[in-house]
């Protein structure tokens, strides 16, 4: 790893996960805590108004296109065209006009597991971020659903979820 990658905030030690948190004193929850520890509050695990911390973006001074990104799927491994964006989601055609994605996941079951024709973009800017682009059947990470239309800092051994469709994320840094 270079030693040019710096966090945007201090804010802890990278773990490249989402933290959830009390809503009544924030103190950081175990995974599977229904009471919080500190203030002895019920929590509603189903409940949205638990709130999730995401951890800042790693920065890269230099450019995030000099970062190689891995999707891994059914344990097949391949790499993303080194873009500054891109569509992901499945191939369709749409009244003869076939409607086509950046990366198509078709070739993994992509419609069969929720994904939708454009399901999410992955960008590149300073950090590597994903956007769901209002898919039915939403867009995870680590198991957090992402709200549609908002940018999301992407980590090394994130497991990101289209649909039903697991796929694990790995950085190679050159």
Known sequence: MPTNIQFESEIGPYTGHSERLCPKCSTVLRPGTSICRVCQTSLN???PATATKHLPPLVIKDDALKITVLFEIDGQPFSLPAERSLIIGRTV???GIARVPDLDLSPFGAYE????RHH???CR???IYVNDLGSSNGTFINGQRLMPNIDY???HGDELR???LKIKVKFQYH
């Open 45 to 47: 695990l189903s409940s």
């Open 93 to 95: 055609a749409d009244g």
């Open 113 to 116: 597991m929720g994904v939708s």
């Open 120 to 122: 999410l973009k992955l």
């Open 125 to 127: 800017d300073s950090a």
């Open 153 to 155: 800092p992407l980590h």
């Open 162 to 164: 289209a649909g039903r």
